[in-house]
């Protein structure tokens, strides 16, 4: 509403600073329609003015067609030249978009020859004013915003082409509208993931999209579809997938809150095509638990027969008659199907609450991470099966038990000598008041990026910490998502990250180099047209490959690595 504001002012200073030519509206023809667009691979219907036979498009329509990809512009006003300027390559600010909607066919219309600004450049050409807001011709519009536009008069549309963006691909549409894109606002705890990718032993790679059905794709080095598969949810929520060696597993869950020994986490094994073969099924008593996989992403790792799922869940009802929420870990024998480790509702590795967890194996030992805001209320990581090897590598300031941590992990990942930690964190040295729902006193989403490389084989007290502040927004307008770690070997890391505005308008996706230490070994380096995801990337032929949806559009990112 705001931008919409600021332009319908913007438009009657234009009116009082112009020559104006004014025409009645009955002097000239002209129809309020719909006109249809294929922008590259994309349609859309546009509410347009046909002026005397011409379509004239209103600005801040176009910029919201365009607001992706390699033509994208914002719309401003120079107040020296007293005209409205074309900010290119920053993606225009709106909360919801209005390109589509029909035009009045009551509206009080004037010519204008308009000029418009873009890097210090004038142009002017024919446009009208109607209802305060500016139209153009596409055809006008081409050579200051880079677009090519076109007609194709088989399929009665209006055509435009932007330039390719290097590296990103479309690769087609999903069953839903929605987005798995990573964002500059945090909330309190984490939540499953939805979105993966994984490289075949056949140099194919499939995706998993998670809706109301599990959406398996595979697709040949180009992208094009090889391979598309269904499945149905087999219990109500979904936990989390993950591509082992040899097989695939899925994650499933169900309410029990009536704390009865039903089933309430299912997990299931599948072959490499996702046909079933096996499943272990946790009954509620077995684990106290009224809610699976409650305020948390929970993960899994595999060493030789051994699957181990960190998540967490809502426990049944305590001495206090509350439901507290902590960490849930199994450690399943995949021949089997049977879990292994006795479970208990405050293990050996408790975290409550456990707001997000990830696992990975160093040897033939678990490591475990989790994000605890209470007990303890830190992030911690928990090594074998004993308490001894429990150490709380990030302390986090406020009461405990306070929701709000101002801190959300990104990464875990190992080198040889090292685990690492990539999170990002508010400034904990300030005197923020932390309360279950806000931060007092300061922007809880205004935050740095840290990598943190823990000696392996720690202990409660020992293990020494190497600590990297990767990039800091203290003092800039700037904000960040949580950062992704990526390992490409055990001296090579990548971390990744995307910047917004404070109106969550995305900006340059960012991303540094480390070693095994967590080192940064290079320049933070910038991708102005990259959008970075919740998808875990995958590297092949020296290329991180990751990919987004966004609306029912899915896009394929590859990063050339140095």
């Known amino acids: 509403m705001r931008k919409i ?9 234009l009116m009082t600073v112009l020559t ?30 046909n002026i005397e036979g011409n379509n004239y498009f209103q600005l801040r329509d176009v910029a919201q067609i365009l607001s992706e990809g ?25 909360d919801y978009a209005t390109y589509d909607y029909a035009k009045d066919d009551s509206y009080n219309i004037t010519y204008n020859e308009t000029k418009l600004l873009k890097d210090d450049k004038i142009f002017s050409m024919k446009a009208y004013i109607i209802d305060n807001a500016t139209y153009f011709q596409l055809r006008e519009l081409s050579a200051i915003l880079g677009i090519e536009v076109g007609y194709d008069a088989k399929e ?19 069953n839903f509208d929605g987005t798995n894109l990573k964002s500059g606002e945090h909330p309190r705890w984490a939540e499953p993931v939805t979105s993966f990718i994984y490289e075949n032993s056949n140099n194919t790679i499939t995706t998993v999209d998670v809706n109301d059905e599990i959406t398996i794709t595979t697709y040949d080095p180009n992208y094009k579809v090889q391979a598309t598969k269904e499945l149905k949810l087999e219990l109500p929520i979904f936990g989390t997938f993950y591509s082992g060696e040899q097989f695939n597993y899925i994650s499933y869950g169900q309410e029990n809150k009536e704390e009865s020994n039903k089933e309430v986490i299912r997990v299931v094994k599948y072959d490499k095509n996702f046909n079933r073969i096996a499943a272990a099924s946790i009954t509620g008593d077995a684990i106290t638990t009224t809610i699976p996989f409650n305020s948390a992403t929970g993960r899994m790792a595999e060493q030789g027969d051994v699957l181990a799922y960190h998540t967490s869940r809502t426990r049944y009802t305590g001495d206090d008659g509350l439901n507290h929420q902590s960490q849930l870990t199994f450690e399943i024998n995949t021949q089997t199907m049977q879990v292994m480790n006795e479970l208990k509702p405050f293990p050996w590795n408790h975290v409550s609450h456990s707001f997000d967890q990830y696992v990975l194996f160093d040897r033939n030992s678990p490591v475990y991470l989790d994000h605890g805001d209470a007990y303890p209320r830190s992030l911690v990581l928990n090594r074998g099966n004993s308490k001894d090897n429990s150490k709380s590598i990030f302390e986090i300031s406020g009461a405990t038990g306070a ?25 904990q040295n300030n005197n923020y008041g932390y309360t279950s729902f806000d931060l007092v006193g300061g922007d809880v989403n205004k935050r740095n990026i840290y990598v943190y490389a823990v000696e392996k084989g720690f202990t409660k007290e020992q293990g020494d910490i190497i600590k990297t502040e990767i990039a800091n927004y203290e003092k800039s307008n700037l904000y960040t998502t949580t950062p992704t770690l990526v390992k490409v070997n055990n001296d090579k890391f990548v971390v990744l990250w995307q910047e917004y505005t404070e109106n969550s308008n995305a900006e340059d996706f960012k991303f540094v180099y480390l070693n095994g230490k967590g080192e ?10 990259f959008e970075l995801s919740k998808v875990q990337p995958i590297v092949i032929n020296n290329k991180l490959i990751w990919f987004t949806t966004k609306g029912n559009k899915k896009t394929v990112y590859e990063m050339k690595m140095d």
């Open 403 to 427: 929701n709000v941590t101002g801190v959300s992990i990104g990464g875990f990942e190992q080198s040889n000598d090292h685990l690492l930690v990539a999170f990002n964190s508010i400034n």
């Open 5 to 13: 504001q600021v332009m319908f002012s913007m438009m009657m200073l």
């Open 70 to 94: 390699s033509s994208k512009f914002d719309i401003g006003w120079d107040q020296k030249n007293k005209m409205i300027q074309i900010i290119p390559k920053k993606q225009y600010s709106f």
């Open 156 to 174: 009665n549309k209006v055509t435009v082409k932007t330039e390719p963006i290097a590296g990103v691909h479309y690769i087609g549409k999903v």
């Open 520 to 529: 940064m070994t290079s320049a933070v380096q910038t991708l102005p047209d």
């Open 20 to 49: 104006v030519s004014k025409v009645e509206a009955k002097e000239i023809e002209v129809t309020p329609t719909m006109t249809d667009i294929l922008l590259n691979y994309e349609h859309y219907t546009a509410g347009v003015y």
